[in-house]
């Protein structure tokens, strides 16, 4: 069996790591002795842990459920995919039960315990002091229960080959349920973890060609600034390849890749732009597969802000569009073009508090078009749209705000 050179170049750097990980831990060994080292490693799990139960104990104590919603696996379409979370704090230790999340599913985005465990663990290792470090001992403060037989926990023979998106879109359950314990630290949804794009075939001579990209986004705004636009999930550490090594070596054009205007969700502070990438397929056919989500539940906003525009999927052939499903399978020939919008990024508090300059800002950077300027933030621009009619904005905002008919922002908009 032959395998790609890509593949054996990931081995080797795999395998490199591990002789320099295992040539520094001798080198310890050596100058202290194994029991030494021994003693060592078992304190800084141990610290780790005093540290984290110290944290977790200055945390209310109570109970907090959020609910989100998976559009579907791709093969059942159109049913939705119930992610529950309950997370249960009292002294210094903290449960988080997904008890009541969906059953597993026939698509392969079913989750292993160990990567809702993951995605549980960076949700609540982001919300505590950074100086608590980063192994096992943070864990053992922190119980995850994933009932076998879900799509936390799934059993043989579910497919789990894509369960990142359920992963990504656990981090935004788990952050719904951190918002309502500490209002304070926590971010609004984003854009659901990344869009799976793969595109593949055949040459002339048969010499097969496949191409494989994650297409990162935003972050959702947060309690004391906007969102990040451009930036992968935390969940992940991955960018996008270069327009020009893709180019290089694969028959594809990269047509755009942008930001997509008016995609955060509006509110005090703006959830993070979306992107838009679009390719034209150079051979003669290929194979399009596509795994995104958040068209049917949009990345929710918190305290008053706006959820974020869901994601797009557009198909042209000649001169006609194509809107597609959020997951697919499909054949594409030459000079079509896919065209993918992420899903935007919720807003954090009421849009009518943000700060004319910022909006004003947005709009000359074209993040924010006019038209949400005076619908979603009540900023009225001066003729010209290049400053801020402040009295005119006064007292749209003040209509604005009898209309809506809340004094209190909910906690979640969906």
């Known amino acids: 069996m032959r395998l790609p050179v890509r593949v054996l170049g990931d081995l080797r750097a795999q395998l490199s790591a591990c002789h320099i990980a295992e040539q520094g831990f001798l080198r ?14 078992e304190e800084i799990l141990d610290y780790t842990e005093r ?11 109570g109970e907090w459920s959020f609910e989100d919603w998976i559009d579907d696996d791709g093969i059942e379409v159109g049913k939705p995919i119930r992610l529950k979370v309950t997370l249960r704090k009292k002294g210094d230790t903290l449960v988080a039960d997904w008890t009541g999340t969906s059953p597993q599913v026939k698509g392969a985005i079913n989750n292993t315990c160990s990567y809702t465990k993951a ?24 119980e995850v229960i994933a009932p076998p037989g879900t799509i936390a926990n799934a059993v043989l023979p579910a497919a789990s080959a894509a369960r990142g998106l359920t992963g990504f879109r656990m981090i935004d359950c ?13 971010m609004a949804a984003g854009e659901g973890g990344n869009t799976g794009v793969s595109i593949g075939g055949y040459y002339p001579d048969r010499r097969p060609f496949i191409f494989v990209e994650f297409v990162c986004s935003a972050w959702g705004a947060r309690p004391w600034a906007d969102g990040l636009e451009g930036n992968a999930n935390l969940f992940a550490n991955m960018c996008l390849p270069s ?4 180019e290089t070596e694969q028959p594809i054009e990269i047509l755009c890749c942008e930001l997509v205007q008016d995609s955060g969700g509006p509110g005090k502070y703006r959830g993070g732009m979306s992107m838009r990438r679009t390719y034209r397929l150079l051979e003669e056919e290929a194979v399009l597969q596509v795994r995104s989500d958040r068209r049917a539940f949009r990345p929710y906003g918190l305290y008053g802000g706006q959820p974020g525009r869901p994601s797009l999927n557009i198909l042209r052939r000649g001169a006609e569009d194509e809107i597609l499903p959020a997951k697919l399978t499909i054949m594409i020939r030459r000079g079509d073009v896919f065209h993918h919008d992420q899903p935007g990024t919720g807003g954090w508090g009421d849009p009518l508090e943000r700060d004319p300059a910022h909006v004003l800002r947005d ?9 949400s300027a005076r619908n979603d933030y009540g900023i009225a621009l001066a003729p010209g749209g290049l400053e801020v009619d402040v009295a005119a904005t006064e007292k749209l905002r003040a209509e604005m705000r009898a209309a809506r008919g809340w ?3 909910p906690v979640v908009s969906r």
Do not use: W
């Not at 310890?28 to 490693?41: D, I, M, N, P, T």
């Not at 709009?363 to 038209?371: A, C, G, I, T």
């Open 243 to 246: 327009v020009e090594g893709t």
């Open 51 to 61: 540290l984290t139960r110290a944290a977790v104990h200055e945390l209310p104590d």
């Open 363 to 371: 709009v000359r950077n074209e993040f924010v078009s006019r038209e």
């Open 28 to 41: 310890l060994v050596e100058r202290h002795g194994v029991k030494q080292v021994k003693a060592y490693s």
């Open 174 to 186: 788990c952050f719904g349920a951190l918002a309502q314990m500490l209002p304070d630290r926590v």
């Open 119 to 142: 995605a549980t663990y960076t949700c609540l290792k982001s919300v505590l002091s950074h100086d608590i470090l980063s192994n096992s001992g943070f864990y053992r403060a922190i």
């Open 407 to 409: 004094e209190k922002p």
